[in-house]
Protein backbone atom coordinates (compact mmCIF):
# COMPACT_ATOMS: atom_id res chain seq x y z
CA UNK A 1 0.00 0.00 0.00
CA UNK A 2 1.12 3.33 -0.56
CA UNK A 3 -0.75 6.21 1.14
CA UNK A 4 -0.47 9.32 -0.74
CA UNK A 5 -1.43 13.39 0.97
CA UNK A 6 -1.74 16.18 -1.37
CA UNK A 7 -1.50 19.47 -0.11
CA UNK A 8 -0.95 23.56 -1.78
CA UNK A 9 -4.38 24.26 -3.31
CA UNK A 10 -6.00 27.12 -2.44
CA UNK A 11 -7.60 30.47 -4.18
CA UNK A 12 -4.88 32.25 -6.24
CA UNK A 13 -6.18 35.01 -8.72
CA UNK A 14 -5.48 34.35 -12.75
CA UNK A 15 -1.63 34.64 -13.71
CA UNK A 16 -0.93 33.85 -10.36
CA UNK A 17 1.51 30.75 -9.06
CA UNK A 18 0.83 27.58 -6.56
CA UNK A 19 2.96 24.60 -5.59
CA UNK A 20 1.25 21.55 -4.61
CA UNK A 21 2.86 18.89 -2.69
CA UNK A 22 2.27 15.06 -2.98
CA UNK A 23 3.91 13.16 0.47
CA UNK A 24 3.99 9.69 -0.16
CA UNK A 25 4.38 6.58 2.61
CA UNK A 26 4.45 3.24 3.07
CA UNK A 27 6.04 1.18 0.07
CA UNK A 28 8.95 2.62 -1.71
CA UNK A 29 7.53 5.89 -3.57
CA UNK A 30 11.19 5.73 -5.87
CA UNK A 31 9.47 2.13 -7.71
CA UNK A 32 6.52 4.16 -8.82
CA UNK A 33 5.34 6.37 -11.37
CA UNK A 34 3.52 9.57 -10.13
CA UNK A 35 0.96 11.29 -11.72
CA UNK A 36 -1.26 14.09 -11.44
CA UNK A 37 -4.88 14.49 -12.37
CA UNK A 38 -7.28 16.97 -11.58
CA UNK A 39 -11.28 17.03 -11.89
CA UNK A 40 -14.58 19.00 -11.92
CA UNK A 41 -18.08 18.04 -11.02
CA UNK A 42 -19.77 15.82 -13.84
CA UNK A 43 -16.55 15.27 -15.26
CA UNK A 44 -13.66 12.59 -14.79
CA UNK A 45 -10.59 12.54 -14.05
CA UNK A 46 -8.63 14.48 -16.68
CA UNK A 47 -4.59 14.41 -16.56
CA UNK A 48 -2.28 16.66 -16.22
CA UNK A 49 1.18 15.73 -15.55
CA UNK A 50 3.30 12.49 -15.42
CA UNK A 51 6.77 11.43 -13.78
CA UNK A 52 8.76 8.52 -14.20
CA UNK A 53 10.30 6.50 -11.64
CA UNK A 54 13.51 8.67 -11.55
CA UNK A 55 12.14 11.83 -12.34
CA UNK A 56 13.85 11.83 -16.00
CA UNK A 57 10.68 11.55 -18.05
CA UNK A 58 8.00 14.03 -17.75
CA UNK A 59 5.03 14.19 -19.83
CA UNK A 60 1.90 17.27 -19.60
CA UNK A 61 -1.09 17.75 -21.22
CA UNK A 62 -1.02 20.12 -23.72
CA UNK A 63 -3.10 22.76 -21.84
CA UNK A 64 -0.56 22.88 -18.92
CA UNK A 65 2.66 22.80 -21.24
CA UNK A 66 5.22 25.33 -21.10
CA UNK A 67 3.35 26.57 -17.12
CA UNK A 68 3.03 23.75 -14.95
CA UNK A 69 6.30 21.74 -13.69
CA UNK A 70 6.07 18.24 -12.61
CA UNK A 71 9.18 17.19 -10.05
CA UNK A 72 9.89 14.56 -7.51
CA UNK A 73 12.15 13.75 -4.42
CA UNK A 74 12.74 10.21 -3.95
CA UNK A 75 14.90 10.88 -1.34
CA UNK A 76 11.71 13.08 0.73
CA UNK A 77 9.31 10.83 -1.00
CA UNK A 78 7.36 13.76 -2.09
CA UNK A 79 6.51 14.84 -5.69
CA UNK A 80 5.43 18.19 -6.96
CA UNK A 81 3.80 20.37 -9.13
CA UNK A 82 4.17 23.93 -9.83
CA UNK A 83 1.64 25.68 -11.36
CA UNK A 84 2.38 29.62 -12.56
CA UNK A 85 0.05 31.36 -15.16
CA UNK A 86 -2.85 30.18 -13.61
CA UNK A 87 -6.11 30.63 -15.52
CA UNK A 88 -9.62 30.40 -14.16
CA UNK A 89 -9.93 27.02 -16.42
CA UNK A 90 -7.37 25.21 -14.37
CA UNK A 91 -9.60 25.46 -11.27
CA UNK A 92 -10.56 21.98 -10.29
CA UNK A 93 -9.97 19.75 -7.15
CA UNK A 94 -6.04 18.15 -8.16
CA UNK A 95 -4.79 15.07 -7.71
CA UNK A 96 -1.94 12.75 -7.16
CA UNK A 97 -1.61 8.94 -8.30
CA UNK A 98 1.14 6.35 -8.26
CA UNK A 99 1.29 4.23 -10.90
CA UNK A 100 3.46 0.84 -10.02
CA UNK A 101 5.21 0.94 -13.17
CA UNK A 102 9.80 0.83 -13.15
CA UNK A 103 9.67 1.65 -16.16
CA UNK A 104 10.88 4.51 -18.36
CA UNK A 105 7.43 6.02 -19.33
CA UNK A 106 5.13 7.31 -17.12
CA UNK A 107 1.41 6.81 -17.69
CA UNK A 108 -1.19 9.15 -19.07
CA UNK A 109 -3.89 7.11 -17.83
CA UNK A 110 -6.19 7.35 -14.42
CA UNK A 111 -7.10 3.73 -14.26
CA UNK A 112 -3.32 3.06 -14.84
CA UNK A 113 -2.95 4.28 -11.02
CA UNK A 114 -2.82 2.15 -7.96
CA UNK A 115 -3.23 4.66 -5.17
CA UNK A 116 -4.80 8.18 -5.23
CA UNK A 117 -4.75 11.15 -2.48
CA UNK A 118 -8.09 12.69 -0.94
CA UNK A 119 -7.36 15.58 -3.10
CA UNK A 120 -6.65 19.78 -2.98
CA UNK A 121 -8.75 21.76 -4.69
CA UNK A 122 -7.57 24.74 -6.58
CA UNK A 123 -9.43 27.82 -7.74
CA UNK A 124 -8.35 30.36 -9.72
CA UNK A 125 -10.39 34.22 -10.04
CA UNK A 126 -10.57 35.87 -12.95
Known amino acids: QVQLVESGGGLVQAGGSLRLSCAASGRTFSNYAMGWFRQVPGKGREFVAAINWSGSVPYYADSVKGRFTISRDNTKNTGYLQMNSLKPEDTAVYYC???????????????????WGQGTQVTVSS
Open 97 to 115: GADHNYGTYPGTKAPLYDY
